[in-house]
């Protein structure tokens, strides 16, 4: 039967299964990965042991969603089927990902990811309780330095075993998305820690943190890898990068707000974090324009304060909320979902995988974690 006759519940249906066992397959990929690695770190000595389990643990948590993009992309543009290589390439965005989450953490000073303390915390508290010499917290943000490193390098080695087989020029074009991937999400790693450094927000700034630091790497070149992996014409990997930037932002922005109005439980993470951090997201942007004299003042004196209390963090997001900034947030939210939505029922790609694109977007922009 043609995906065209199914009907909207047969193909949820089917986009689910397809799904799983794509996951699953990414799942695999990373559990022998990181088990190689493991083997080796340990045989050097034992004391690698500890932090081969924290990256097992960790590489075994997380959404999945830039893998879902990467793998339906891929889908997309080779009529439905699931072309060799497309697991690894997967996995190798989800060992990039682990990577950038270790090394912000650090950044960002943050004692939670993923309902685990993060791994600079981890061997922080390792420390103090076995009472080793030197700074702990030195101690363990120099471990979570190496441990982003070694989930950085092995990306690229996950990837390069995906894309053995290609002919030259796909596997060229594969690896240039590759490469501008990892160089747009450090620069947008930049901007974003450089923004902590103004007094104001910029919401131009924000802006473009938001595109590079988080929305083109977690669902436009998630897609673009995908598809030129299978082969994609420029015409679909062009709709990919619109329908990525589209979606992408959407789910940074909602992101945001979890960071400071989320339920810790749901997403893992203090809401105190980000505000403690002094993000300038472009909540924050839209907050400052907007606000009364005394509402920026709360502002100024909260934000990036790292003795902020539960008390002050509450008096910013009230700001946020009665500024209209949330609200603001909240519309560009819709407008972006609508768009990447309307531009996924354009897609010149099967049924199945138009449908479970659609989903994707979904769980991007509305969630609750």
Not at 258 to 286: C, F, H, M, S
Not at 321 to 335: F, K, L, N, P, Y
Request: charged fraction near 25%; glycine fraction near 8%; aromatic fraction near 4%.
């Amino acid at each position: 039967m043609p995906h065209t006759a199914l009907s909207t519940v047969d193909l949820d249906r089917r986009a689910r299964a397809v799904a799983d066992s794509d996951i699953s397959l990414v799942s695999a990929v990373l559990r022998e990965n990181l088990a190689t690695h493991a083997a080796i770190l340990t045989g050097v000595h034992h004391d690698l042991g500890p932090l081969t389990a924290v990256l097992d643990r960790a590489g075994a948590r997380g959404k999945r969603l830039r893998a879902s993009f990467c793998l339906w992309g891929a889908r997309g543009a080779s009529g439905g089927d699931l072309p060799a290589g497309a697991p690894e390439v997967a996995a190798a965005i989800e060992l990039f990902h682990l990577a950038a989450l270790v090394h912000d953490d650090v950044m960002d000073h943050s004692d939670h990811r993923r309902g685990l303390p993060t791994v600079h915390r981890h061997f922080a508290d390792e420390h103090r309780h076995n009472r080793r010499a030197g700074d702990a917290d030195a101690y363990g943000e120099a471990v979570a330095i190496l441990a982003g490193d070694l989930c950085l390098t092995w990306s690229d080695d996950v990837l390069a075993d995906g894309t053995a087989d290609l002919d030259r020029p796909t596997r060229r074009r594969v690896r240039q998305i590759w490469s501008a991937m990892r160089d747009e999400t450090i620069a947008g790693q930049f901007l974003d820690i450089d923004g902590q450094t103004h007094p104001a927000s910029s919401a131009a700034q924000a802006e473009l943190v938001l595109r590079f630091k988080s929305a083109k790497y977690t669902v436009s070149h998630p897609l673009r890898l995908g598809g030129a992996l299978a082969g994609a014409p420029a015409e679909l990997l062009s709709a990919y990068d619109q329908i990525g930037i589209a979606a992408g932002e959407a789910f940074q922005l909602r992101d945001d707000l979890l960071g400071v109005l989320g339920d810790p439980a749901l997403t893992g993470k203090p809401t105190i974090d980000d505000i403690r951090e002094g993000k300038r997201t472009l909540a924050i942007a839209w907050a400052e324009e907007n606000s009364s004299r005394v509402q920026r003042r709360v502002l100024a004196e909260h934000l990036g304060n790292p003795e902020v209390t539960e008390d002050g963090a509450r008096a910013v997001c009230d700001v946020l909320h009665d500024s209209g900034a949330v609200q603001r947030v909240e519309d560009r939210i819709a407008v972006l979902a609508a768009d990447a939505t309307a531009r996924i029922a354009a897609l010149a790609v099967d049924d199945v995988t138009r449908r479970a694109l659609a989903g994707l977007v979904a769980r991007c922009v509305w969630r609750a974690s």
